[in-house]
Structure formats: C-alpha cells, structure tokens
C-alpha cells in the first residue's frame, strides 16, 4: 500500500524513480545526495517506499519519546546516541549491522542541509567496518528524479571511493543547489 501511494503522490508532483537495490542485498549503507533541504526526507521517503526499499536512518535518541518516537520508528528511525564520543556511532551502526539478518541504513555524509566544503567520513567507515556495501541514492531536483545508483564495497582507499561517489554526484540538482558542495554552480 505504501509502494502504491508513494508512486501516486511522486507522480502528482512529477517525479519518476529510477534504480533500486540489486535482488539479494540486505545489508547496505545507503549514501544520500545532495542533502540540502528538509523535503529532502519527504522525497527520499517516498522514492525508498515507492522502490520498495525498506531503509532506516539514524536520529538522536532523544527524539524518541511519545508519540514522536512511535512516529519516527515506523517511518524507520534508529535511536543513537550522540554523546560527547562521535565515533560512538560509528560503533553503534556497526553494531547494529551484526545484530540484524537485513538492514538498509540511509546516511547523509553532508551530515547537515547547510553548505559544507567537506563530507563526513562516517558513512564510510561503517560500511568498511561492518563489511556491507555502499550504495549511491540520490534527489535530483532538476531531473525531479529519486532512486539508486552503483552500488559497491569499499575498497579500503578513501580518498579513491570517495572521489568515485562525489563524481556520481556531480550533475545532480539540490533542492539549493547554493548549500551542495558539488553544485554544477561551482564549476564555473
């Protein structure tokens, strides 16, 4: 039911989807981009419910009170804790991906809808270290498209992956394409 409304309402708007998880994974770190407004979820939720992608995404645990905690669990909130030790999530996530037989974990490196000149690192890194993939979702505002591109595991070189997953996200459009570090505005 939900695959069918999401479809219904991204079409009333003018949104296609595009690409999906590969039949068989279960496990995956999905990076999503450009990140640069708040109907960046909205559209994100719908394209993942209309491509049948069942992701969670990670939210301070102190959101996770009632009825707002009831709410964000079945859109697909995880609790963390966000404590003073930041590489406790890293941690956590890896935690989570050994504990679980499937999850999809959504992950915006921006790590905030403001401009940054860098990307955090964290995604990667709990891709690596609980052993799954990385999969390229994106919202391009310009295309009006949402969805899944290559998916692969990290190598372990950083700086390699990481300038393969940015050039996928080259030509898409942010929501203000202003705050998007690869903006195609910046290219000028």
């Known amino acids: 039911m939900f695959r069918w409304m999401s479809n219904r309402i991204l079409r009333l708007f003018g949104w296609n989807t595009n690409g999906a998880l590969p039949d068989g994974i279960k496990k995956a770190v999905v990076v999503n981009a450009p990140h640069t407004s708040y109907w960046d979820f909205v559209v994100g939720r719908l394209t993942f419910w209309a491509i049948r992608v069942n992701i969670r995404f990670l939210i301070k645990k102190e ?3 009632f009825p707002l905690g009831w709410l964000l669990e079945k859109l697909g909130g995880l609790p963390v804790d966000r404590g003073r030790n ?8 890896v935690r989570m991906f050994h504990e679980h ?3 999809v974990v959504v992950i915006t490196p921006e790590g905030t809808r ?3 000149e860098q990307w955090k690192k964290g995604f990667y890194l709990i891709a690596l270290k609980a052993g799954v993939p990385l999969a390229l979702s994106f919202i391009d505002y310009g295309k009006k498209t949402g969805g899944i591109g290559p998916v692969f595991h990290p190598s372990g070189d950083y700086q390699k992956d990481l300038a393969f997953i940015q050039d996928f996200y080259r030509d898409k459009t942010a929501c ?11 290219k000028s």
């Open 63 to 65: 959101v996770f009170f």
């Open 86 to 93: 930041k590489c406790n999530i890293v941690t956590q996530v």
């Open 101 to 103: 037989d499937a999850l």
């Open 114 to 116: 403001k401009r940054v």
């Open 176 to 186: 203000h394409p202003e705050r998007f570090n690869l903006s195609k505005k910046d």
